[in-house]
């Protein structure tokens, strides 16, 4: 499909990282742009044996042929930023919008000490919310006001819709999840803004008549860093016995967990208008699945979960994730296999 868009279904932590790393390496998209509020969402691809934890390039930046872009609705971290393309060796294709919204040290240091923030809430001290406010206020600096930014500079809308106009394929990375959104989450137990697809198409200038396919990512259980409520939250031995405890990529807390919501995971199909699902982790609720290339070669039990899903949620579910790294997947875009 020219143009998807990648979301996350639950409270991120989902592994779209994984997802969207996949879909570069096997498709080979021309433009991969990271949507969502900035540096706050970690994204971890494994690929080659070694293991990324990205906060603001596109996961995709494992095909070596993607032009790698932030939209203009991507909060930018320059220190961060510039860690990461060394780490990744990508410069040459990163492309940063010239209106993106920039993280000054003193937004991490509001961010950090506000009581609310870091104590109710429980953010991730990386200053987006704070940035975020400044750029509400009409206040903040922007990516076009940084020296060490401007050979990166361009205008992301406008390359994306180029691309789009003459056929070429598109990767929109969101970030977080659906039950994270300003609007649509927990809230006061969410993020800076709203981080559903139409917000990710926003956030990188594409309109909505523009996208083919919009991903619903959702891991084999919930899971949640922070505060805020958890349906059928497990204690965390229980989360330990059933090998479901997670450390947050970005802050380094305990992920909580839960089973399976698909009263949550139907709403955000709903929210997202997601036209396929993809499930990760699927060797975390069956063990004997890891590693696993094939459908036919699953666990009974663990077709019969995918079905389900299917079944509820009323949506083809097309990629599996048996595994952390990017090549463990089990893909069913082209499968006509009454599975």
Not at 42 to 70: D, I, N, Q
Not at 200 to 211: H, K, S, T
Not at 225 to 236: F, H, K, M
Request: a neutral charge; charged letters at 25%.
């Amino acid at each position: 499909m020219p143009c998807t868009v990648v979301v996350g279904g639950f409270f991120g932590d989902s592994g779209k990282g994984k997802v969207i790393s996949y879909l570069a390496l096997k498709d080979r998209p021309e433009v991969a742009a990271r949507a969502g509020v900035g540096p706050n969402a970690g994204h971890t691809v494994v690929w080659e044996g070694r293991t990324y934890k990205m906060r603001m390039l596109p996961s995709a930046f494992v095909s070596p042929e993607t032009r790698l872009l932030l939209g203009p609705g991507v909060l930018v971290d320059p220190e961060l930023t510039l860690r990461e393309i060394a780490l990744t060796g990508v410069g040459q294709r990163v492309g940063i919008d010239y209106q993106c919204a920039v993280i000054e040290p003193a937004h991490r240091a509001q961010d950090a000490g506000s009581e609310h923030l870091a104590k109710v809430i429980g953010t991730t001290g990386t200053g987006c919310g704070p940035a975020n406010v400044d750029r509400v206020m009409r206040v903040g600096r922007l990516c076009r006001d940084v020296p060490e930014l401007q050979g990166m500079l361009t205008d992301v809308p406008l390359e994306i819709n180029r691309a789009l106009d003459l056929g070429k394929n598109i990767l929109v990375e969101g970030t977080q999840g659906t039950f994270l959104s300003l609007y649509h989450g927990t809230y006061p137990f969410c993020t800076s803004k709203d981080v559903t697809a139409s917000a990710a198409c926003a956030d990188v200038g594409v309109g909505p008549r523009r996208v083919d396919e919009v991903i619903a990512v959702f891991k084999s259980y919930v899971s949640r860093v922070g505060q805020g409520p958890l349906e059928d939250e497990l204690s965390p031995d229980e989360a330990e016995r059933r090998g479901w405890a997670e450390i947050a990529t970005v802050t380094g807390r305990r992920r909580r967990a839960a089973p399976f919501n698909f009263e949550l995971a139907k709403r955000a199909v709903m929210l997202n208008s997601a036209t396929s699902l993809a499930i990760t982790k699927l060797d975390a609720i069956d063990k004997r699945c890891a590693g696993v290339r094939r459908f036919e070669d699953l666990t009974d039990e663990a077709k019969s979960f995918v079905r389900l899903v299917q079944d509820e949620l009323r949506r083809p579910v097309t990629l599996l994730g048996t595994g952390p790294s990017a090549e463990e997947m089990i893909d069913l875009r082209q499968s006509s296999a009454a599975w």
